[in-house]
């Protein structure tokens, strides 16, 4: 490896944080809004417009979206924090469901905390 490219496990992160982090904490956040009871859509409910919000950032570029006016706080937003923020934010706010007793699907909540486990892993790796 030469000093200008970057190491597989970097690539592998920022592939992970920009496109697969926030598509799977929305599927997971619609299954409890589909399936939750009471108080506990309200934390997925939040989870899952912060994760819609950026996912819209990561592809508007694609889609030659930048001129919205959605789409500045929205950029600003995902990289609050290095692209860290954002992250952390939506999995807390998710991970609040975790005290409500009126969640179903428990599967739901496990499947999460092994995936922002994963996350914040990789992103040690990244750190060293």
Partial sequence: MTFF?????LLAFIFVQRFVFF???AVLALL???VGQGAARIPA???LILCLLAIFAAFAPAFNLQTLGAYPPAAR?????????????TSG???TSLLLPSRRWRWIDVLHVIGFITFLGLWAVTQV
Avoid: K, N, W
Wanted: hydrophobic share 65%; aromatic share 4%; proline share 10%.
């Fill in 23 to 25: 598509e799977v904490l």
């Fill in 32 to 34: 409890r809004l589909a």
């Fill in 5 to 9: 490219e970057p190491s597989p496990v």
């Fill in 77 to 89: 937003l995902l990289a609050l924090g290095g692209g860290m923020a954002l992250p952390l934010i």
């Fill in 45 to 47: 409910l939040l989870t």
């Fill in 93 to 95: 706010i998710f991970a």
